[in-house]
C-alpha cells in the first residue's frame, strides 16, 4: 500500500492543509529520500522525508502509512522526527514576552516622525 505524499503530510500534521502541503512540495520544499518530490508521489513505510522552510529542516521517518486524519496523539506515532538540532526551528516565544526590544527615546519627544520611523526600522532591519 501506499499513500499520496501530500496526503500523508497532512495527515501527520507536518502541514495544517493538504492544499499547504502540495503547495510546498510544487514549490520545491519536500523531498523523499533525498529526491524532491511531487504532491503525487506515493510513499512507503521507512522513507525519509524532508522538509524545508524558512531556512529550518524537518526530517521525518515514515512509519506507518494513513490518509485519513486522526487524532494528536496518534498522528505524532506515525512518523519519527529525525531533525538534527542545528537544523532544527528555534521553540516559539510566549504570547508573554515581547516580540522586539523598545526603540529607546528620550522623554518628551513625543511620537516619531515618518523619518524617524524609516530611521527605526532600518534599525530593526525590517
Known amino acids: 500500500m501506499s499513500v499520496r505524499l501530500d496526503k500523508w503530510l497532512q495527515v501527520a500534521r507536518a502541514f495544517r492543509t493538504r492544499s499547504q502541503a502540495t503547495k ?4 520545491h520544499r519536500v523531498r523523499v529520500n533525498d529526491v524532491i518530490a511531487k504532491p503525487h508521489r506515493g ?4 522513507d525519509q522525508v524532508e522538509i524545508s522552510f524558512r531556512g529550518y529542516v524537518r ?6 502509512l494513513r490518509d485519513r486524519p486522526l487524532p494528536k496523539a496518534e498522528a505524532a506515532k506515525i512518523s519519527n522526527d529525525v531533525t538534527p538540532p542545528e537544523l532544527a526551528r528555534p521553540p516559539r516565544r510566549s504570547k508573554s514576552e515581547p516580540s522586539q526590544k523598545a526603540v529607546a527615546r528620550d522623554p518628551g519627544l513625543g511620537r516619531p516622525t515618518k523619518r524617524d520611523r524609516r530611521r527605526i526600522d532600518r534599525l530593526r532591519e525590517r
Open 43 to 46: 510513499l512507503a513505510v521507512g
Open 59 to 64: 526530517r521525518l521517518d515514515v512509519l506507518e
Open 24 to 27: 510546498a512540495c510544487n514549490a
